[in-house]
């Protein structure tokens, strides 16, 4: 299907370990603790390169990771990899000509159009390859290919989560946003983004906000 632009096995071992140990202790890192997630190839992980979909980024390392990404994997997050997007971000039906477009994966067949640009993202999800991942929405691009891939993607509002070590298309109305395919497990997805604790999101949850909020 080609959904990643980087793997990063050893990585997701490790980190998968850690969390096997943390049970095995009856202790648990945070909120997303345990789940398998993959980060869209525009927003940064220190010590990988971030490409943005761009043959002339094949080399741009990171040299930290950007806030979405600290608060996954402070929460337990076990990070897989990187997943292929539009080169910088920039187009809705997800295809690159030039470092692969990943394929629908309802019909692999044909070889459809995953939508984008967070074309991986969608892909990854929707075939099980990530238990969730993360995109970024311009225009469309989280909403576009969970859509067409057939899983979930809230366009977070702009200037809610932060954007450090994401590479820009527009500073006005870029946002990260969550992929997965259950509605509740974007939601999970979004107050972990948020930086929430799990204290927070547990008393949340347990609170009565009358008749609104129960339909």
Request: glycine letters at 14%; hydrophobic letters at 40%.
């Amino acid at each position: 299907l080609g959904a990643f632009q980087l793997l990063c096995l050893e990585r997701a071992r490790v980190a998968g370990q850690a969390v096997d140990q943390a049970i095995e202790s009856g202790h648990r890192i945070g909120p997303f603790h345990g789940i398998p997630f993959a980060l869209k190839d525009i927003i940064d992980v220190d010590g990988l390169v971030t490409t943005a979909g761009c043959q002339l980024r094949k080399t741009h390392i990171a040299r930290q990771s950007a806030t979405i990404a600290r608060r996954l994997l402070a929460a337990g997050g076990v990070f897989l990899g990187k997943t292929k997007t539009v080169e910088f971000a920039f187009g809705g039906w997800g295809t690159n000509q030039h470092m692969g477009t990943p394929w629908n994966p309802w019909d692999v067949n044909r070889q459809r159009t995953p939508g984008g640009s967070s074309s991986g993202s969608g892909v990854a999800v929707s075939a099980g390859l990530a238990g969730c991942a993360v995109g970024t929405d311009t225009g469309g691009s989280v909403r576009l290919p969970a859509a067409m891939c057939g899983i979930v993607g809230l366009k977070v509002s702009e200037g809610v989560l932060p954007l450090d070590g994401i590479v820009p298309l527009s500073h006005t109305l870029d946002t990260p946003g969550p992929m997965a395919r259950w509605v509740s497990d974007v939601a999970l997805m979004y107050e972990t983004l948020l930086g929430r604790n799990p204290a927070a999101i547990d008393q949340d949850r347990k609170e009565d906000r009358g008749l609104w909020y129960e339909l």
